[in-house]
T-cell receptor, first 115, second 114 residues
């Protein structure tokens, strides 16, 4: 079974630009969550999508947005990039329903550097 | 809201020595508990989980953890570590019947010296 795939793995942007990150979940998983990981703040929850709807949201500004497609693939977008947005962005998939316990399956992340 | 405290940000240890990574959580209600490991430049991988039943949980790579409800703790242990265990370890908790979105601790960096 293929794991969670995130693209691109690495990217460099400049302040003010925008970026789109992509995540393909494990086949059959309908929930996709996004996390921002930084050395100072650890893992912070951005949002969760289930069946194309945002089901949960963390405390991030509106510059951070996401969406989920009918095949469960998800994208997140960050507009008007700031230096503080430099981080590893992790996507995690899960069943999201039924016997779901909160166990997540993570991709390898997209490392964003903002200059 | 849930909170998870990993009491040590960094734990240095020599190879073949035992190790314990500590985790405490805030909730007094029923919880699910997880330990994840993150190797350099990789995502997180599940080590073990506690859902119910026996309080001693065994995971991959020889790790185990003990759930202590009265102390709201879920400490991770390994009797003999290897160089390859050098990684970041995260404790996480989710609440059954809630959003199930897990709350993560800040992580503990395990550094195994030869």
């Amino acid at each position: 079974k293929a794991g969670v795939t995130q693209t691109p793995r690495y990217l460099i942007k400049t302040r003010g630009q925008q970026v789109t990150l992509s995540c393909s979940p494990i086949s059959g998983h309908r929930s996709v969550s996004w996390y921002q990981q930084t050395p100072g703040q650890g893992l912070q929850f951005l949002f969760e999508y289930f069946s194309e709807t945002q089901r949960n949201k963390g405390n991030f500004p509106g510059r951070f947005s996401g969406r989920q497609f009918s095949n469960s693939r998800s994208e997140m977008n960050v507009s008007t990039l700031e230096l503080g947005d430099s981080a590893l962005y992790l996507c995690a998939s899960s069943l999201g329903t039924g016997t779901f316990t909160g166990e997540l399956f993570f991709g390898e992340g997209s490392r964003l550097t903002v200059l | 809201a849930q909170s998870v405290t990993q009491l040590d940000s960094q734990v240095p240890v020599f190879e073949e020595a035992p190790v314990e990574l500590r985790c405490n959580y805030s909730s007094s209600v029923s919880v699910y508990l997880f330990w994840y490991v993150q190797y350099p430049n990789q995502g997180l991988q599940l080590l073990l989980k506690y859902l119910s039943g026996s309080t001693l949980v065994k995971g991959i790579n020889g790790f185990e953890a003990e759930f202590n409800k009265s102390q709201t703790s879920f400490h991770l242990r390994k009797p003999s570590v290897h160089i390859s265990d050098t990684a970041e370890y995260f404790c996480a908790v989710s609440e059954p019947g809630g959003s199930y979105i897990p709350t993560f601790g800040r992580g503990t960096s395990l550094i195994v010296h030869p």
